[in-house]
């Protein structure tokens, strides 16, 4: 199995009401490495995907919609 390295970034954090939250980076060893390789199956080095509203909660069970970026180093 190749392990892929790279970034996840969640961004465009936003809530029902308009707030908007701060965007977050994180590596894939601290996303999940196995889940990365399952999010980015059949991407290659240097691509980067993208999936747009995902729901999800912030703080104290606060709905939010944001968009999150696979950047896929190697």
Partial sequence: ?????????????RGDNGKKYPNSVMTSEEFGTEVFNDLT????????????????IVGFNTPVKYDRAFVILN
């Fill in 1 to 13: 199995m190749n392990i892929k390295k790279g970034f996840v970034i969640e961004f465009n954090v």
């Fill in 41 to 56: 199956e059949g991407e290659q080095a240097g691509s980067v995907s993208t999936d747009r509203d995902i729901e999800g």
